[in-house]
């Protein structure tokens, strides 16, 4: 080898030897070890491939002999966090919550938690934000069908509302008045309903709508339509109207009923999800 | 294609030992301070105290990853203050184009780490294996009990050397007592270890065996380099026209035509990159200036004037060469470019110890719920919802007075645990979130319009300190 050595004229470096047409390549070598660091990189790549999965086959992958998988990884973790959260969902499922303190780990954990039931399970119909859609109530603002305290609340979301499914659901079954009333009366009635939240009427319909409230109305909505929460009968005085407060609506309301529907969520959350959602619930504004 | 006979050359070459002699003179004991002083700060600073009260760590320096806080002394940084970390290191950078742009590649001679412990670690070399011709006979020597004696003596003080380094290193992240307690007792946390272990190791290869290697093939800072220099750059180079053509033989007949090198190999026997400065200005150069003492010490001996090798910039070259005598070295320095990086520095600098200065105690950010943007209640108010952060930059506990201002009528409730309605306590050095209410009666103009501006404030109880965000408020319209 270094009977061949050529020097290069200029520069006075080695050449490779190579000779293309005249022109040559200058020979600046590569430290030795950075080849070893290379040869440890394709030693390090093969057996990272054995180690872990790896190689694609037809239906799947090479697992690798440590048995690593990064779902396997993920659900490590979410048993390491149930485990340690494990003691306060405990005492968050058996405690009371009308005594728990906003303090208590119990119920921070409950808000937290509940928040991602909530958004799970609820969301859908109640909106992300909870505030509820035509038909489906705001759970932010200081209204509620069938009450607003933590065991109301609680109650609702054990057992849900008008379903088949759990025999203890809250139950009200709204006349569709259509079939006992005659167009004019439910225009009437309509009128006088409007008057209860002050609302823009035709006085002398509503002054005959407010006999037929009396005699159809008032036994759930109460006299002056302040709703009754045993039978989940809406105030009728306020400023808020799930399915809508103009004459339109409340025609049609009156004419057809409505049927709103909750599952139950007892058989589908355990004891501390339920509690979780409860205090969630409670506390985003309108809680009781 | 033509193939010459025979075996290809190498295209991969074996690392030539360098063994850098002892030298004594201005720059090596400058390099002496340096060294003693970059090391002293690096090992000595996590052990300073600094007392910040009971609610925080006494640790004058402290990186403290898990708590998201950087402490310096008096200066507390948060994570939403890292505008001052990018800051310094904006500075750092432009500090380096001053010192590069007007003195080459000082950083690399001087303060690098790599320089720093090599040095250290050749050192130790010198200490027990003795200077350059014990060691170049110690190389070349068969393995013998003594070879084996003086290597591994030489392993063994680096290996510690290296410990300690990659030890010092974990004390910027944790309480340094504690975690050196525990780091004996073998309870500190495997992070610790690990990373011990892997600095351990880095600076016992690249301080032992990597060397200028590290510099030559692994760090990308000398080919940005040349970048920022220029003519006008002051490198380490050698006065080709004073000492060429070199010469041993003084005392023959030709001596008259010689120059002022008498090829005595000094420059090139300390050079700690194994190169030969008469070469010229090349890339293996990291002008540590220790030929500069070499051939000051020579010239002496033989009674010529110093600085044959010396810091130079190429437009001296020409100069001295048509034998103008050498610019001072403020001529070299001060010029528009150098000028330019030092004013832009320090406008940074000032600018950060200003915004260090006007920096509340009290942080405040309000995030305005937007899904849903109102809530109409059962009397027909409209109510907004803010998410409000506090945080307290002080080591005491504070309570907050939560207020609005705005043109309109709009009530504020405060969702608080606290004693007092409309209060949050905030724990020392921490952020506390609360919810805001802010309600417009039906009545109000506020419930009905768009958009209301309004002002939250929170207000120290104590202190009457305030910090205060604008925000909006959404009305039915």
């Not at chain 1, 035709?202 to 002056?224: R, T």
């Amino acid at each position: 080898m270094a009977d061949h050595k050529e020097k290069d004229e200029i520069t006075g470096i080695d050449t490779t030897g190579h000779d293309w047409d005249g022109i040559k390549e200058l020979n600046n070598p590569l430290p030795r070890w950075w080849l070893w660091t290379l040869y440890a990189t394709i030693v390090w790549a093969i057996a990272y491939t054995i180690a872990y999965p790896a190689w694609p086959l037809i239906n799947s992958a090479t697992g690798g002999v440590l048995g690593y998988s990064t779902r396997g990884e993920v659900a490590d973790q979410i048993a390491a966090v149930d485990a340690q959260n494990a003691e306060v969902a405990q005492r968050l499922a058996s405690a009371d919550l009308s005594t728990l303190a906003p303090d208590d780990p119990a119920h921070r954990y409950g808000v937290a938690g509940g928040a991602s039931v909530f958004l799970s399970h609820c969301s859908q119909c109640h909106g992300s934000g909870a505030a509820g859609a035509v038909g489906y109530p705001n759970l932010l603002d200081d209204d509620w069908l069938w009450g607003g305290t933590l065991e109301d609340i609680e109650y609702t979301v054990r057992h849900g509302i008008r379903n088949e499914a759990d025999p203890d659901a809250r139950w009200s079954q709204m006349p569709a008045f259509g079939e006992l009333l005659e167009g004019e009366e439910i225009a009437a009635t309509v009128e006088h309903v409007l008057t209860l939240s002050g609302k823009d009427h035709d006085a002398a319909l509503a002054a005959q709508g407010a006999i037929l409230f009396e005699e159809q109305c008032a036994a759930c909505h109460g006299e002056a339509g302040e709703g009754m929460r045993d039978q989940g009968a809406p105030r009728l005085s306020d400023a808020i109207w799930l399915y809508g407060g103009d004459r339109d609506t409340l025609t049609k309301t009156i004419t057809y009923s409505r049927f709103g529907v909750m599952p139950p969520w007892g058989p589908r959350l355990d004891e501390a999800e339920i509690k979780a959602v409860t205090l969630y619930l409670h506390q985003l504004g309108g809680g009781e | 294609m033509t193939q010459p006979q025979g075996a290809p050359p190498s295209l991969y070459a074996a690392r030539e030992p360098i063994f850098p002699r002892r030298v004594k003179g201005t720059f090596r004991t400058l390099k002496w301070w340096i060294m003693g002083g970059t090391l002293a700060v690096y090992y000595l600073t996590p052990f300073i105290r600094w007392d910040r009260g009971p609610n925080l760590p006494d640790q004058a320096v402290l990186i403290d990853l898990a708590g998201r806080r950087f402490y310096f002394f008096w200066i507390e940084i948060w994570p939403h203050e890292f505008y001052f970390v990018a800051g310094l290191l904006i500075m750092a950078g432009l500090g380096l184009f001053l010192f590069t742009s007007a003195l080459g590649r000082v950083w690399c001679g001087y303060t690098c780490p790599q320089t720093v412990w090599t040095d250290l670690f050749i050192l130790v070399e010198r200490w027990i294996e003795g200077d350059r011709n014990a060691r170049v006979r110690l190389w070349n020597a068969d393995w013998s009990l003594r070879k084996l004696r003086l290597r591994l003596t030489k392993w063994v003080v680096w290996f510690f050397i290296a410990l300690v380094t990659g030890g010092a290193w974990v004390f910027y992240f944790a309480d340094a007592p504690t975690l050196a307690r525990d780091l004996v007792t073998v309870q500190a946390p495997f992070i610790a270890y690990s990373t011990i272990l892997v600095l351990t190791a880095t600076t016992f290869v690249f301080g032992g065996f990597m060397r200028e290697q590290v510099c030559n093939y692994m760090c990308p800072w000398p080919r940005i380099q040349a970048a920022m220099m220029d003519n006008d750059t002051l490198t380490v180079a050698y006065r080709h026209w004073r000492g060429e053509p070199r010469g041993k033989h003084r005392k023959a007949a030709d001596a008259g035509k010689l120059g002022d090198c008498i090829d005595c190999m000094a420059c090139v026997n300390v050079c700690p990159a194994g190169i030969d400065i008469r070469d010229g200005q090349q890339m293996e150069c990291i002008t540590c200036a220790l030929c500069i003492d070499a051939c000051d010490d020579v010239m002496a001996r033989i009674g010529k004037p110093r600085g044959l090798i010396g810091y130079l910039a190429l437009a001296d070259e020409e100069r001295e060469t048509a034998g103008a005598p050498p610019r001072p070295i403020w001529q070299h320095v001060l010029r528009p470019r150098t000028i330019l990086y030092t004013v832009l520095w320090s406008l940074i600098g000032v600018v950060l110890v200003y915004a260090l200065f006007i920096r509340s105690d009290i942080g405040l950010t309000v995030e305005p719920v937007r899904n849903p943007q109102f809530v109409t209640l059962s009397d027909g108010a409209v109510r907004n919802t803010y998410t409000v952060r506090i945080r307290n930059l002080t080591a005491q506990d504070r309570t907050f007075r939560l207020m609005l201002t705005s043109d309109e009528i709009l009530r504020i409730e405060v969702e608080t645990d606290g004693p007092h309605e409309g209060h949050v306590t905030v724990p020392a050095n921490e952020t506390m979130q609360a919810r805001v209410y802010v309600t417009a009666r039906p009545q109000d103009p506020a419930a009905e319009a768009e958009i209301t501006d309004l002002r939250l404030w929170v207000e120290d109880v104590g202190s009457d300190d305030r910090a205060g965000v604008a925000t909006i408020f959404n009305g039915r319209g």
